[in-house]
């Protein structure tokens, strides 16, 4: 997410940070708005491996690429100084040039219209007539992952929309190069199109106006990769907050919260039976994260660790 003027500019992985969590796009609105200072960043020997793996797996498609076609087309990097703006309409107008004069593969270009950003890693010629030609593209993202997931899929997606901008059409199928053996995971632009108009929608609609006001750092995988997951833990655990219950699930703090029982020491003070009984939440599992809170609670405030031994079924 970037400022040009008084306007935010989008990327890929914006939208597939909204997908992950909402909250997370809140706080990248209000670090690039100026309102909030950037999370700090903690050495991650783990992160950096797979970072290392990710550049020597797009190294090695790019590599096939090269012995498949004879040649690649390289977008090169403007001079460091430019500005950001500046920059990215550079190196879509070098993207275009390329398209135009029908290069078969297309290495770090840039699809830019203004409001949204898109670098795929790779563009591949395919023989079907657009506004270039007797040709058009198709889009490749290289990902180190075994299986395609919802974000890398979003991504490429808005990659497509953004070349249907500049070929006159959209692209038929878009592509992943995944981090397995078997090659290209291709995917029907069209079956993916309603999907990711409805998260664009949802996002730009979301970062409207003040979203932090409107969400809540819940816990989800993404945090386990997130800048800020030390900064809302903390928050969570300020708020004792029900998800410190261990084994507890979304749809159960939804429907404890609606009872006003929306902190670890309400629920382990919880008197049962709950009448009426909780939608979607048995008698049976509600009195299991009860007593989960409640000796939680209890080791809390004796100042250890507490267990009890359910008896066997």
């Not at 010629?125 to 299986?147: H, I």
């Not at 409207?208 to 800020?228: F, K, M, Q, V």
């Not at 708020?239 to 902190?263: F, K, S, Y």
Request: proline share 5%; with cysteine.
């Amino acid at each position: 997410m970037h400022l040009v003027g008084d306007r935010l500019v989008f990327a890929a992985t914006d939208l597939s940070n909204y997908l992950a969590c909402p909250h997370l796009s809140g706080l990248s609105r209000a670090v690039t708005l100026g309102e909030r200072p950037k999370p700090r960043v903690y050495d991650d020997p783990g992160a950096e491996v797979l970072r290392d793996r990710g550049l020597k797996h797009e190294a090695q498609f790019l590599a096939r690429l090269h012995e498949e076609h004879g040649s690649v087309v390289e977008i090169a990097e403007p001079e460091p100084g430019i500005p950001s703006a500046q920059r990215w309409s550079s190196g879509a107008e070098s993207t275009r040039t390329a398209m135009q004069m029908g290069a078969q593969v297309i290495f770090q270009g840039v699809l830019f219209d203004g409001a949204w950003l898109g670098k795929p890693d790779f563009l591949l010629r395919v023989e079907t007539p657009s506004d270039l030609g007797a040709w058009s593209y198709e889009v490749v993202d290289a990902k180190l992952a075994r299986d395609a997931k919802a974000g890398a899929v979003l991504q490429i997606s808005l990659y497509s929309d953004l070349l249907e901008d500049v070929q006159g059409r959209s692209p038929e199928h878009m592509h992943l190069a995944l981090g397995r053996a078997e090659g290209l995971e291709t995917f029907r632009v069209d079956d993916f199109a309603a999907y990711y108009r409805m998260v664009r929608r949802g996002f730009e609609a979301h970062l409207g106006s003040d979203p932090l006001s409107r969400t809540y750092p819940e816990p989800a995988g993404h945090c386990d990769i997130c800048n800020w997951s030390q900064e809302c833990d903390a928050r969570r655990r300020a708020d004792d907050h029900l998800c410190l219950v261990a084994g507890i699930g979304r749809n159960q703090r939804d429907r404890l919260v609606e009872r006003d029982t929306d902190t670890l020491a309400a629920l382990g003070r919880l008197e049962l039976p709950v009448e009426p009984r909780l939608d979607g939440v048995s008698p049976a599992s509600l009195e299991k994260i009860r007593e989960q809170a409640r000796i939680q609670l209890e080791g809390r405030e004796q100042g250890k660790h507490l267990y009890e031994l359910l008896e066997p079924v």
